[in-house]
């Protein structure tokens, strides 16, 4: 059987959709979520490249899913990090108090 590369059971076809690119934060911080959709059998994971940015929900899944952040409150200068779900980046920015 050949591999059909339009079938949403192909574990090649995992696109990862979020609906989102950047968000925005005051310098108290907050807490958001993002939808994920995905295949069925597509597994993704979320990551954080900063430590006032944490995964507090949903770090990984198969499916569409949802992933839960949280952004500590900022007493410096403006910052911007990076939530990556599967290769899908999304810019978080937070400004200075």
């Known amino acids: 059987m050949a591999c059909d590369d339009d079938d949403p059971n192909n574990p090649s076809n995992c696109d990862i959709i979020t609906g989102t690119t950047t968000t925005s934060y005051s310098a108290a911080g907050g807490s958001s979520s993002i939808s994920v959709s995905a295949n069925p059998q597509c597994a993704w994971t979320a990551?954080?490249?900063?430590?006032?940015?944490?995964v507090t929900q949903g770090a990984s899944g198969t499916g569409d899913g949802?992933?839960?952040f949280a952004v500590a409150a900022n007493t410096g200068p403006a910052r911007t990090a990076t939530l990556t779900i599967t290769g899908t980046s999304i810019i978080i920015t937070q400004s200075a108090p």
Not at 47 to 54: I, R
Request: zero cysteines; proline letters at 0%.
């Open 66 to 68: 949802v992933v839960q």
């Open 47 to 54: 990551t954080s490249n900063a430590s006032f940015l944490t």
